[in-house]
């Protein structure tokens, strides 16, 4: 998983509230995508995009978040 140093921690979850605020979405919801995405290897800009990608389809779509965060890493 990602291995920041506390300013960068704290940066990332400052723009992860960004993400939930903009996408409509809680934190605890998008904290769970950016986990899985984060978790394929993923970067800190790169997590945070497809988190963002990830909560805009669920949203557009319709479906449960973490079903769209599936379909976008299938």
Same mark, same amino acid.
């Given at each position: 998983m990602l291995n920041l140093s506390s300013r960068t921690l704290?940066?990332?979850s400052e723009d *992860?509230?960004?993400v939930a605020?903009?996408?409509g979405q809680t934190f605890e919801v998008a904290a769970k995508a950016a986990t899985e995405f984060s978790r394929q290897g993923l970067g800190v800009q790169e997590t *945070?995009?497809?988190t963002r990608d990830a909560l805009n389809l669920s949203r557009l779509a319709g479906m449960d978040a973490t079903e769209a965060v599936?379909?976008?890493t299938a």
């Amino acid at each position: 998983m990602l291995n920041l140093s506390s300013r960068t921690l704290r940066m990332f979850s400052e723009d *992860l509230v960004k993400v939930a605020g903009s996408t409509g979405q809680t934190f605890e919801v998008a904290a769970k995508a950016a986990t899985e995405f984060s978790r394929q290897g993923l970067g800190v800009q790169e997590t *945070l995009k497809r988190t963002r990608d990830a909560l805009n389809l669920s949203r557009l779509a319709g479906m449960d978040a973490t079903e769209a965060v599936t379909d976008l890493t299938a």
